[in-house]
């Protein structure tokens, strides 16, 4: 998927060292096009700019740990696939549901 990406000039790759002395490179990605954000709902819009403006802060490690603390990731198995199912049993720093908010 990501090679038809970058074939289709939909996205640019580019391979660096972070630090001076790193072993690992690391992969920078870019969109080259512009996203059809016409064919999201509002909602989706408010939930991709609400984890936006509460991760914006954090680096990749961070954000990688972060998710690693999430339910669906600490139940599952090595190299196995994440059951949706286990976002039900998320903690409140995980959840973005308000159970404060009535469901009229």
């Not at 090595?78 to 049993?89: C, D, M, T």
């Amino acid at each position: 998927m990501k090679n038809e990406l970058v074939k289709e000039n939909k996205i640019s790759e580019t391979e660096e060292y972070p630090f001076e002395g790193a072993i690992n490179k690391s992969f920078l990605y870019k969109s080259l096009k512009s996203p059809n954000t016409k064919l999201l709902s509002d909602d989706e819009r408010e939930v991709i700019d609400n984890v936006i403006n509460r991760l914006k802060h954090m680096n990749t490690k961070q954000i990688s740990d972060y998710s690693h603390g999430d339910m669906p990731w600490k139940v599952a198995e090595e190299a196995e696939i994440l059951e949706y199912k286990y976002v039900f049993y998320r903690s409140k720093d995980y959840s973005v549901r308000d159970y404060n908010e009535s469901d009229n």
